[in-house]
Every structure is written in structure tokens, then in C-alpha cells.
Nanobody, 125 residues
């Protein structure tokens, strides 16, 4: 299983970016897929997740209302639309997937078995 995150870049505050996570060796519909991020000197933190089946979406308070996670069934990707970006959103963003985690564990990075390599998002002020 491999996850590939893409779409990062350098943008200005207020701009938008769309991250995408593609997988080989699994079908996202059967997995809970999440985005985490890690800024320099900080611990990795939960950003958003879509629970397996796609009926339940979850967001960190810091991104609620600005970010939207979705699954593209045709392409079998999970996307993170990031709007109204702020300098504090600067981080390496990782996608992660797990088939068996329970909903209460969704925000814990230790609960995920599969991880992508990360994509850098830099937001300038």
C-alpha cells in the first residue's frame, strides 16, 4: 500500500489550495482517510478526516469552516480543499488511511496504519 499526497505549494494569506491523496493497493471507500499536518518544531496534528463509507466528516477547530475534505470516487482520491489560508496553516501535510479504526480514534495519528510522504504548504503573510 502506498499513499501519495500532492498539491502543496507557496501561497499568500487568503489564497486557496487543494491537496489530493491517491492510493495504490487499497480503495479509499473502505478506509477512514485523514489529513494531518506538522509545522517545524511542533507535533503532528489532526486536520480533517472522512470516516470509511464517507458519511461522516470531521475537522479540527482551527480549520473548521475553511477546509473541506471530500472523496472523489471516480478517481479514488481524497481531497482537502483549503480556503482562506493563514500563515499558521504552514506545515507539511500528510494523508493517512486505516481500515479498522473506530471513530473515537480518528484524531489520533497512532491509529493510522498507512501514511503518505507529505506535501509542503507555505502561506506567506
Amino acid at each position: 500500500v502506498q499513499l501519495q499526497a500532492s498539491g502543496g505549494g507557496l501561497v499568500q494569506a487568503g489564497d486557496s489550495l487543494r491537496l489530493s491523496c491517491a492510493a495504490s493497493g487499497l480503495t479509499f471507500r473502505s478506509y477512514t482517510v485523514a489529513w494531518f499536518r506538522q509545522a517545524p518544531g511542533r507535533e503532528r496534528e489532526f486536520v480533517a478526516a472522512i470516516f470509511r463509507g464517507g458519511s461522516s466528516l470531521h475537522y479540527a477547530d482551527s480549520v473548521k469552516g475553511r477546509f473541506a475534505i471530500s472523496r472523489d470516487s471516480a478517481k479514488d482520491t481524497v481531497n482537502l480543499q483549503m480556503n482562506s489560508l493563514k500563515p499558521e496553516d504552514t506545515a507539511v501535510y500528510y494523508c493517512a488511511a486505516d481500515r479498522s479504526l473506530i471513530m473515537s480514534s480518528m484524531r489520533r495519528d497512532q491509529a493510522y496504519d498507512f501514511w503518505g510522504q507529505g506535501t509542503q504548504v507555505t502561506v506567506s503573510s
